[in-house]
């Protein structure tokens, strides 16, 4: 991986000295460091939390649209087809 974009961050002192220290406890430059808390963050965020997961399936459980059935729904993407062309 390229490194492209360069950021500044600013940290209070004492909370540099903890990146610092945990950086080299890991044998890495602060940076490096940064990178990797960033990645793992934004690696968490991949998934929703379940909560958000099961309030939005139960959203979709409970609506309350009408379903046609599949030929009809054939039928009408065909008029849609031949009208456009």
Same mark, same amino acid.
């Given at each position: 991986? #390229?490194?492209? +974009?360069?950021?500044?961050?600013?940290?209070? @002192?004492? $909370?540099?000295?903890?990146v610092e220290r945990r950086?080299? %406890?890991?044998?890495?430059?602060?940076?490096?460091?940064?990178?990797? #808390?960033?990645? +793992?963050?934004?690696?968490?965020?991949?998934? @929703?939390? $379940?909560a958000i997961r099961l309030?939005a399936a139960r959203r %979709?459980?409970?609506?309350?649209?009408?379903?046609?059935?599949?030929?009809?729904?054939?039928?009408?993407?065909?008029?849609?087809?031949?009208?456009?062309?």
């Amino acid at each position: 991986m #390229a490194l492209a +974009k360069k950021v500044m961050v600013l940290f209070d @002192p004492q $909370e540099y000295k903890r990146v610092e220290r945990r950086a080299a %406890l890991k044998g890495i430059s602060v940076g490096r460091f940064i990178r990797e #808390a960033v990645e +793992k963050a934004l690696a968490e965020e991949k998934e @929703p939390p $379940e909560a958000i997961r099961l309030a939005a399936a139960r959203r %979709l459980i409970e609506a309350q649209e009408p379903v046609i059935e599949w030929e009809e729904l054939e039928r009408r993407l065909e008029r849609g087809h031949l009208s456009d062309g």
